[in-house]
T-cell receptor, first 114, second 116 residues
C-alpha cells in the first residue's frame, strides 16, 4: 500500500534560518505529491504540489522537488519567518485509488523564534 | 459558500453516546472525503463520495461509523456508541472534480470530538 514518512518534530529554528523537512514515500503507482500546512485553529491548506518526476513545486518561498529515484519530496525554505510556524504535512495521491484520496505523513511541527 | 463548513466545531460526547458530524462542501463540488486526525498525527482517510455515491469506505474503522451524502451535497458522518479511541478531529474535504486535475482539495476546519 501507499505510505508517507516525514521527519518528526518539533523543528525549532531562529528567524531567517534555512529549513528542510524530509519526506519519503512508498506508492504502487505514479503518485502526485503535496505539502499541506496547518496553522493553529485553521484547516489544512495546500502549500505546493508536484505531479511528476523532477517537477518542482514552489509557493511563498517554499519549494520541493519530486525525486522518483529516491522516492522523496523534501520541503525547503531559504529564510523562515515567525509566521511560518505551523504543522506541515507531506501527502500523496495515487490515481489508482478511488477519488485520488490523499495519504498523509504524520506531520512536522515547525516553531520559528524571533 | 466560499469554503467547506463543518459543524459542530467542538463536540464532547459521553462514552456510548451517538454523534453526528456535518459537512457542507463547496457548492457544486463532486467529490467529498472524510478524514480522521488523531492528536499529533496526520489525517487518515475514512471514506469518499462522488456525488451521492459512496465509492470507498475502506477507511472506516468499525461498523459503528456510517457516512451518507443523500443529495450529493451535505454529508453527515455518524458514530454510534462512541468509544474513547474515537476522540480525534474529523476533517471533511471537497474537490470540484472526480478524477485528477481541477482545483484540488479544500479542507474544512474540522470537528474536534472528545469522548469522555
Amino acid at each position: 500500500g501507499n505510505s508517507v514518512t516525514q521527519m518528526e518534530g518539533p523543528v525549532t529554528l531562529s528567524e531567517e534560518a534555512f529549513l528542510t523537512i524530509n519526506c519519503t514515500y512508498t506508492a504502487t503507482g505514479y503518485p502526485s505529491l503535496f505539502w499541506y500546512v496547518q496553522y493553529p485553529g485553521e484547516g489544512l491548506q495546500l502549500l505546493l504540489k508536484a505531479t511528476k518526476a523532477d517537477d518542482k513545486g514552489s509557493n511563498k518561498g517554499f519549494e520541493a522537488t519530486y525525486r522518483k529515484e529516491t522516492t522523496s519530496f523534501h520541503l525547503e525554505k531559504g529564510s523562515v519567518q515567525v509566521s511560518d510556524s505551523a504543522v506541515y504535512f507531506c501527502a500523496l495521491s495515487d490515481p489508482g485509488n478511488a477519488g485520488n484520496m490523499l495519504t498523509f505523513g504524520g506531520g512536522t511541527r515547525l516553531m520559528v523564534k524571533p | 459558500g466560499a469554503g467547506v463548513s463543518q459543524s459542530p466545531r467542538y463536540k464532547v460526547a459521553k462514552r456510548g453516546q451517538d454523534v453526528a458530524l456535518r459537512c457542507d462542501p463547496i457548492s457544486g463540488h463532486v467529490s467529498l472525503f472524510w478524514y480522521q486526525q488523531a492528536l499529533g498525527q496526520g489525517p487518515e482517510f475514512l471514506t469518499y463520495f462522488q456525488n451521492e455515491a459512496q465509492l470507498d469506505k475502506s477507511g472506516l474503522p468499525s461498523d459503528r461509523f456510517f457516512a451518507e451524502r443523500p443529495e450529493g451535497s451535505v454529508s453527515t458522518l455518524k458514530i454510534q456508541r462512541t468509544q474513547q479511541e474515537d476522540s480525534a478531529v474529523y476533517l471533511c474535504a471537497s474537490r470540484n472534480t472526480a478524477g485528477t486535475g481541477g482545483k484540488g482539495y479544500t479542507f474544512g476546519s474540522g470537528t474536534r470530538l472528545t469522548v469522555v
